[in-house]
């Protein structure tokens, strides 16, 4: 494993001798990458609108960790778990396949909690290229609901503290929760689109409705028709009123009244 170091000189007074001090800060600037990537994730789950985007600019940051970790990020989509986005292109193929093998994923989804694999095998044994790895499966948890799982394959030669662990699985969980929010954004949108979806068509349903009725009147003022006409254009008032009233009634719907107060304002 590659140590980051200090080395630190100093002169022993009256002497030509000096005294060597070598630091391990491997720990200390790990936990400082990871600290900044936090910073950068819960940026981007503030100001970030778009779920891909946001997954995508995730996993970058997340790249900028130690570079014997790799996070992949995958999300639940009926009842599977879908690949949406890795901090190492190189590793895609290998999280494909661990996702779609392994039990830990979807151990992690069923019982919330941080599941484990057994050391996982990537490369190839028969040139001597094989590399076991850790790897750790935290679900993203907004509320009570999984929105998908957060993984970390650790490679032999890194080290991981229980503090990162836990780190990551609040990154996860803030993730989760920009996911879930923009989700309900995205629904709230549709109800509204729908909402203006209906009622043109209702007044377009109304339109069909009043104007066939005016032009068999004007058929029959222009035949001069004069016995029929006085009873269907009755008819046709009485109609044309009650068309009248299911729009005020449409109008003075409460929820309605709400929908336009709060999106048109008036």
């Not at 009248?244 to 719907?253: I, V, Y």
Request: charged residues 20%; aromatic residues 6%; glycine residues 4%.
């Amino acid at each position: 494993m590659v140590h980051d170091t200090c080395v630190t000189l100093s002169f022993i007074p009256d002497s030509y001798q000096i005294a060597v001090s070598i630091t391990d800060e491997t720990g200390k600037n790990q936990s400082e990458r990871l600290i900044a990537v936090a910073n950068g994730i819960i940026q981007l789950i503030i100001y970030e609108n778009d779920t891909t985007n946001l997954l995508s600019a995730a996993c970058i940051e997340f790249s900028r960790l130690d570079q014997y970790y790799v996070v992949s990020i995958a999300l639940c989509s009926d009842g599977e778990l879908v690949p949406s986005g890795i901090s190492s292109p190189a590793f895609r193929e290998t999280d494909a396949v661990f996702i779609s093998t392994s039990t830990a994923p979807a151990e992690a989804v069923s019982s919330k909690m941080v599941s484990y694999s057994p050391p996982w095998t990537i490369g190839d044994t028969e040139t001597g290229t094989a590399e076991e790895i850790d790897v750790f499966i935290l679900p993203m948890i907004a509320g009570d609901q999984v929105e998908g799982v957060l993984q970390v394959y650790i490679r032999s030669s890194a080290t991981v503290t229980e503090q990162e662990l836990t780190t990551l699985q609040a990154l996860a969980n803030d993730i989760a929760y920009g996911i879930r929010s923009r989700r309900l954004e995205e629904q709230k949108a549709e109800a509204i689109s729908q909402v203006e979806r209906n009622m043109e068509e209702f007044s377009i349903l109304n339109d069909h409705i009043r104007n066939p009725l005016q032009v068999i009147l004007g058929g029959l003022a222009e035949n001069g028709d004069a016995a029929h006409y006085d009873t269907l254009a009755a008819q046709v008032e009485e109609i044309d009123n009650i068309v009248h009233r299911l729009d005020q009634r449409c109008l003075e719907s409460e929820k309605i009244r709400d929908f336009l107060r709060k999106h048109y304002h008036f």
